[in-house]
């Protein structure tokens, strides 16, 4: 098993930016792929940013190319989002998860996730 805590969310205004932490513990050797996913109101849940942990390799939604960063700390076991330039659009509860198969890491597809944070609100003020 896998567990992961979320941290670093919080109220902002648009332009401002924010790093969102996510500290895993337990198993997370068998850790192949990690993301940050987010779901705002009456909306689904959508992937923003992954990592394959073992190639190295990111990928990001369009929506936040340029403006999210991606990274991991594997001697701390923390994969961090640094979100710059937010917009009110960027408002959402976000996610971390983590799975054991590298398959489509870069798709960011929900339900392939066998591992969920809490997760954080972000809350983007025009």
């Known amino acids: 098993q896998v567990q992961l805590v979320e941290s670093g969310g919080g109220s902002v205004q648009a332009g401002g930016s924010l790093r969102l932490s996510c500290a895993g513990s337990?198993?997370?050797?068998?850790?192949?792929?990690m993301g940050w996913f987010r779901q705002a109101p009456s909306k689904g849940r959508e992937g923003v940013a992954g990592?394959?942990?073992?190639?190295?390799?990111?990928s990001y939604a369009d929506s936040v190319k340029g403006r999210f960063t991606i990274s991991q700390d594997n001697a701390k076991n923390t994969l961090y989002l640094q979100m710059s330039n937010l917009n009110p659009e960027d408002t959402a509860m976000y996610y971390c998860?983590?799975?054991?198969?590298?398959?489509?890491?870069?798709?960011?597809?929900?339900?392939?996730?066998?591992?969920w944070g809490q997760g954080t609100q972000v809350t983007v003020s025009s």
């Open positions: 990592v394959d942990t073992v190639g190295g390799s990111s």
């Open positions: 337990g198993s997370t050797d068998n850790i192949a792929c």
């Open positions: 998860a983590a799975r054991t198969s590298r398959y489509l890491c870069g798709r960011m597809v929900p339900t392939l996730y066998d591992y």
